[in-house]
Every structure is written in structure tokens, then in C-alpha cells.
């Protein structure tokens, strides 16, 4: 018997992968049953469990699969030569994540919803989350120590508004429609064009009195 190729194995995975998602994306995660998966993809019960064994186990593989393509992004602007603008950083993960999600974007307010059900893939969430607020925190660093952003502000809270805009901007899309990556890079790069400081009096915390 001939063995099957690698390619072909990942080939058959996105295969079900992929039509597992337009089927949640139609009916709801729990409005689809394993047989109208079986039905999208032209799959046989055997083939699907060969490589899934229920519903759940599709959707943490979905979640695998954006959360990775995003935190490529983010080790890629920390490898780069110089330190890259959150504006560039946030467009090239949304952009490569746009390459994963081949299906509508509501799918991924599903996903976050199962996880107050699922705490499997609730701990896949919440260590990618944790995961990319800490590689944040890094390429704040490293703005702070090549002179490009104020030193005085923590790199962890910083790290958790740029991450809360990606996110935001996934809900936006699902739930107003199309937007374009381009919206947030240039409404990001519009914010970091101020370059004012606040007046002293102006500051958090500063006594009104």
C-alpha cells in the first residue's frame, strides 16, 4: 500500500477544517452536527475522526490556526532589524490572519464565546493571550530603549491596548461588516502621530487642588 504523502495528510486536514467552519459560520457551532460536517467536506465519518474526533476539537484547531498565524507576526517584527511600528505589526497580523480565516469573521466572536463552555480551549485562549500581550510588552521594551516611546509608562499596560485594538477591530468586522485592515493601520498611525506630552498639571493622578 502506498503512503500517504504529508502534503496530502494537511491537504485533507484543511479540507475539514475548512468546511467545518463554513458550517458554523451558517448554523452556529452547536446548530451543526458532525453529519453536516461530514456532508460539506464529501467525507466519509472515517476520514473526518481519523483526524478529529468531535466538533470541539475542529474549533480548538481553528483557534490553533489564527492564533499562530498572529504570533508569527509578532516574531517576525521582534527578529526584524529595527523595532516595527504597532501600526505595521497589528496590519500584518490582521492580514495574515484574514489568509487563515477563509470564512466569515463572526466566526471568531463564536469561538471566544465557546470558551466560557469549553475550558480546553479556553486554556488554548488564554495562553496565546498571555503569550502575545508578553511579546507586546517586549516590542514596547524595545521601543522605550531606543528612545521611541516614553519610559515612564509600563510596557504590560501598553501591551494590553494594543492587543484590546486587534481584538476590537475582529469584533468590529464581525459584527458592522467589511473593514479593511488599512482602517486600523492608518487610524493607528494617526494616534501615534500627536507627540504631544500632557501638561504636567494634565497628568493621571496629578493633584487638582
Not at 40 to 63: C, D, Q, W
Not at 101 to 128: K, Y
Amino acid at each position: 500500500m502506498a503512503r500517504v504523502s504529508q502534503e496530502h495528510l494537511e491537504a485533507r486536514r484543511r479540507q475539514i477544517i475548512q468546511g467545518a467552519a463554513r458550517c458554523f459560520s451558517r448554523d452556529g457551532f452547536h446548530g451543526t452536527s458532525m453529519q453536516d460536517i461530514f456532508r460539506e467536506t464529501g467525507l466519509s465519518a472515517g476520514a473526518v475522526y481519523r483526524y478529529f474526533p468531535g466538533k470541539e476539537a475542529i474549533i480548538a484547531a481553528l483557534a490553533n490556526e489564527v492564533l499562530t498565524a498572529v504570533r508569527g507576526a509578532f516574531d517576525d517584527a521582534l527578529a526584524g532589524p529595527r523595532p516595527a511600528w504597532p501600526d505595521e505589526i497589528i496590519a500584518e497580523a490582521l492580514r495574515r490572519v484574514d489568509d487563515v480565516l477563509l470564512f466569515p469573521p463572526a466566526l471568531v466572536i463564536q469561538v471566544w464565546s465557546e470558551t466560557f463552555r469549553d475550558p480546553r480551549l479556553a486554556g488554548i485562549l488564554h495562553g496565546a493571550l498571555i503569550g502575545m500581550a508578553d511579546a507586546w510588552a517586549k516590542v514596547v521594551a524595545s521601543y522605550q530603549e531606543n528612545g521611541l516611546m516614553s519610559a515612564d509608562v509600563p510596557p504590560a499596560h501598553v501591551a494590553r491596548v494594543l492587543l484590546a485594538c486587534a481584538q476590537g477591530f475582529l469584533v468590529q468586522r464581525a459584527l458592522l461588516g467589511p473593514l479593511e485592515v488599512q482602517v486600523m493601520s492608518d487610524g493607528l498611525r494617526g494616534l501615534m502621530s500627536m507627540g504631544l506630552r500632557r501638561p504636567p498639571e494634565e497628568e493621571p493622578g496629578a493633584d487638582a487642588s
